[in-house]
């Protein structure tokens, strides 16, 4: 039989749905972010840099785009006969299909995967965070203290606090208690949703709670143990760690790639961040652009000026367009004569000449103030955008857009305009 001392379980199946329009064909992991990455590559990358060669992949929402991007897992040097990444949809079975219904749902349903390696330990990650982290180093310390259950946290804020599964631990660590988003916080270290499990703990607890609905770790499987009495420890980690959940701080997360002395390296030889890269050119920046403070993806051609922004990879930015405190994704077009401020623009845009976005002032969003704020502009994937129009603040558009749609050629700031089949 295989042996592996420990494998990884990264839930990846996640809609999103606080990212708006960005996620409404795609899981959250599968979002670009950096200019040539997608969120998921930063925890594939973490685990084959911390030595775990073994990785379920756990999809569920809208997988066609995350399953391409992972494939056999090349990039991470997961493309192994014996172990690697696989890719683990809810699967029918004979009597009825089931959705995963819950974090722990999803890891209960691949128990026979797990099995298959007669393994010691398990590692529970998500795939929607932005931070490099060593899980070597976490398993070591989940074996010196003799926890059963070790949850990664982190200090955060007292008064963010309570958005969290909160850890509350003793002076050598060990859990004393576990609250889920609690009101009243009693301590300010969040769980982070990485969890080293022992094995058969892991088992026992998933298989004694089977029946519960929507089975989550955060509310049944860590309160269960907590019960019994077995042995929690916390980790604490005191490194980069961001929750892209909202487009804002997905947009502040991208923004702070390209401080001058950035928070979260992309560039450290010896913790690579792997990804799935096409075979382009290199990037072409013509001889009368301006380009400031910026990342610029392969095979990206910049004929205006470009300011504090984060450019994909195939991206046409025309002449006398002026972009600031944007992200473009991939093989978007944006055309000439154009400004863009605070824009996020999703794959494959195509943004027409004399085209104006973010200009106006701002409004609150109309339909969702809760996911279109802080001033952004968002443009779903393959969107179409027509010549000569502006567009506000806090504003969304998707979907192939046509003069019609902007009445005097203005789209006002906090407007919806999602056209239908998008």
């Known amino acids: 039989m295989i042996k592996k001392e420990m494998i990884a379980m990264l839930l990846a199946g ?56 992972i494939g056999i897992g090349i990039p991470w040097d997961l493309d192994r006969n014996i172990g690697g990444v696989s890719v683990l949809p809810p699967y029918e079975k004979s009597a009825n299909s089931e959705w995963y219904t819950g974090t722990a749902n999803a890891i209960y349903q691949n128990l026979e995967y797990m099995e298959s390696y007669n393994l010691e330990y398990v590692l529970i990650l998500s795939g929607d965070h932005i931070y490099k982290m060593d899980y070597e180093v976490m398993l070591d310390f989940h074996k010196e203290s003799g926890s059963e259950v070790t949850i990664a946290s982190m200090p955060v804020p007292m008064e963010e606090a309570k958005r969290f599964g909160i850890v509350i631990a003793d002076e050598n660590k060990r859990i004393v208690d576990f609250e889920e988003k609690p009101e009243n916080p009693r301590s300010n270290l969040a769980s982070m949703g990485i969890y080293i499990f022992n094995w058969k703990t892991l088992k026992e607890a998933l298989v004694t709670m089977k029946d519960q609905s929507a089975l989550d770790f955060g509310k049944h499987i860590i309160p269960y143990c907590h019960s019994k009495g077995t042995p929690m420890y916390t980790y604490e980690f005191n490194g980069y760690w961001k929750d892209v959940g909202t487009l804002s ?57 470009v300011y504090n922004s984060v450019i994909g990879c195939g991206v046409t930015v025309g002449k006398g367009t002026v972009i600031r405190d944007s992200i473009i994704m991939n093989q978007a077009q944006i055309g000439d004569n154009c400004v863009i401020e605070k824009g996020i623009i999703a794959e494959e845009a195509r943004i027409g000449n004399h085209v104006e976005l973010g200009t106006m002032p701002e409004k609150d969003n109309e339909t969702a103030p809760h996911i279109y704020n802080s001033g952004l502009v968002t443009v779903g994937d393959r969107t179409v955008i027509p010549d000569n129009v502006k567009i506000g603040k806090n ?28």
Request: aromatic share 10%; net charge negative.
């Open 14 to 69: 996640g809609q999103g749905s606080r990212l708006g329009i960005l996620t409404s064909k795609m899981a959250k992991p599968a979002v670009a972010f950096g200019g040539k990455y997608r969120i998921i590559d930063f925890p594939l990358s973490n685990c084959i840099n911390s030595g775990v060669d073994t990785v379920g992949v756990l999809t569920q929402y809208q997988p066609l785009k995350l399953n391409s991007h």
């Open 249 to 305: 701080s997905y947009w502040e997360a991208n923004m702070e790639l390209i401080d001058i002395v950035p928070e979260f390296n992309l560039y450290e030889e010896y913790w690579k961040i792997y990804t799935k890269s096409d075979v382009l050119p290199p990037q072409y920046i013509a001889g009368d652009s301006t380009v400031e403070r910026c990342i610029i993806g392969e095979g990206s051609e910049i004929y205006g000026h």
């Open 395 to 422: 504003s969304v558009v998707a979907g192939n857009t046509i003069p019609e749609d902007y009445p005097e050629g203005i789209l006002d700031s906090g407007k919806t305009l999602v056209k239908a089949g998008e």
